[in-house]
């Protein structure tokens, strides 16, 4: 519908023998009449589209995973057999496990798509243009950058034009954002280099090979912040642990202090 930005993601079940089970599909959209008078229209399209991209993403990839490992737990059941979640506990312990493993799935999967894709053809097409748009021009520069290259050295299309070879595809299916200890720099570079323009909302009026690297692009920054909030989260339990750590600490401590004392008044007055 006008003004409304949707987005469907649609996962084939199966049971172990292969045969088809359903499809589960999720639907979430995101509508401009909620717009409060603070915020523009483009505003809100914006959040929207990245809150749907990104939070949609998570979970859907997550939960996905969990009910096809269920349905194949299931179909080996007999009667009277207990489910593989049954409590909240048990399926929020599997969400938690399985979103360990979403950046690697994620990763994979981006691999797997780009492998399909014949990279000659589109840089052959690329470099057919005599200049590029401003929009065209960022996001190369800011696949170029992902990929180690200074973005500062990169500015014009003459730049960038001669960096556009066959070995991209290589580089782009070798890149690996699950480490972002090696590559933290790059991805501020790339945020100086894209800040002014709102990747989600160029894909519309792309040609075809920039569509495909503007989609490699956000995967990118997606499953980055899913690494980030990941190692964000550990940090925080860590601290949450040893911050329990020590009150447990501090508490035998004043336990045993609390029972010396005592030892202490009883045998003063044994004494007396």
């Given at each position: 519908?006008?003004?409304?930005?949707?987005?469907?993601?649609?996962?084939?079940?199966?049971?172990?023998?292969?045969?088809?089970?359903?499809?589960?599909?999720?639907?979430?959209?995101?509508?401009?009449?909620?717009?409060?008078?603070?915020?523009?229209?483009?505003?809100?399209?914006?959040?929207?589209?990245?809150?749907?991209?990104?939070?949609?993403?998570?979970?859907?990839?997550?939960?996905?995973?969990?009910?096809?490992?269920?349905?194949?737990?299931?179909?080996?059941?007999?009667?009277?057999?207990?489910?593989?979640?049954?409590?909240?506990?048990?399926?929020?312990?599997?969400?938690?496990?399985?979103?360990?493993?979403?950046?690697?799935?994620?990763?994979?999967?981006?691999?797997?798509?780009?492998?399909?894709?014949?990279?000659?053809?589109?840089?052959?097409?690329?470099?057919?243009?005599?200049?590029?748009?401003?929009?065209?021009?960022?996001?190369?520069?800011?696949?170029?950058?992902?990929?180690?290259?200074?973005?500062?050295?990169?500015?014009?299309?003459?730049?960038?034009?001669?960096?556009?070879?066959?070995?991209?595809?290589?580089?782009?299916?070798?890149?690996?954002?699950?480490?972002?200890?090696?590559?933290?720099?790059?991805?501020?570079?790339?945020?100086?280099?894209?800040?002014?323009?709102?990747l989600d909302a160029t894909s519309v009026h792309?040609?075809?090979?920039?569509?495909?690297?503007?989609?490699?692009?956000?995967?990118?920054?997606?499953?980055?912040?899913?690494?980030?909030?990941?190692?964000r989260e550990k940090e925080d339990l860590a601290?949450?642990?040893?911050?329990?750590?020590?009150?447990?600490?501090?508490?035998?401590?004043?336990?045993?202090?609390?029972?010396?004392?005592?030892?202490?008044?009883?045998?003063?007055?044994?004494?007396?």
């Amino acid at each position: 519908k006008e003004g409304e930005e949707i987005r469907c993601f649609k996962l084939g079940l199966r049971w172990l023998d292969s045969s088809p089970l359903g499809v589960l599909e999720v639907v979430a959209s995101g509508s401009s009449r909620l717009v409060t008078s603070s915020h523009s229209v483009q505003e809100y399209e914006q959040a929207t589209r990245k809150f749907l991209r990104e939070i949609m993403l998570k979970y859907f990839h997550t939960i996905g995973a969990i009910v096809q490992e269920a349905i194949a737990t299931i179909d080996q059941l007999m009667v009277g057999d207990v489910g593989p979640y049954p409590t909240v506990e048990s399926f929020e312990a599997a969400f938690a496990k399985q979103r360990l493993a979403l950046p690697q799935q994620l990763r994979s999967e981006m691999t797997a798509h780009l492998s399909e894709t014949d990279m000659t053809s589109i840089t052959a097409e690329l470099k057919s243009y005599s200049d590029a748009t401003p929009e065209v021009l960022c996001i190369l520069v800011g696949v170029l950058t992902l990929l180690g290259h200074d973005h500062r050295i990169i500015r014009t299309w003459s730049d960038v034009k001669p960096l556009l070879k066959g070995n991209l595809l290589n580089a782009m299916l070798a890149f690996d954002c699950t480490d972002p200890a090696s590559i933290k720099h790059r991805w501020s570079a790339l945020y100086r280099v894209t800040k002014d323009v709102e990747l989600d909302a160029t894909s519309v009026h792309m040609p075809a090979p920039m569509k495909m690297m503007l989609k490699w692009l956000l995967a990118q920054q997606i499953t980055f912040g899913v690494v980030l909030a990941i190692e964000r989260e550990k940090e925080d339990l860590a601290r949450g642990a040893s911050t329990e750590a020590r009150q447990d600490h501090r508490a035998r401590v004043r336990l045993d202090q609390e029972t010396i004392n005592g030892a202490r008044q009883g045998f003063l007055q044994r004494r007396q």
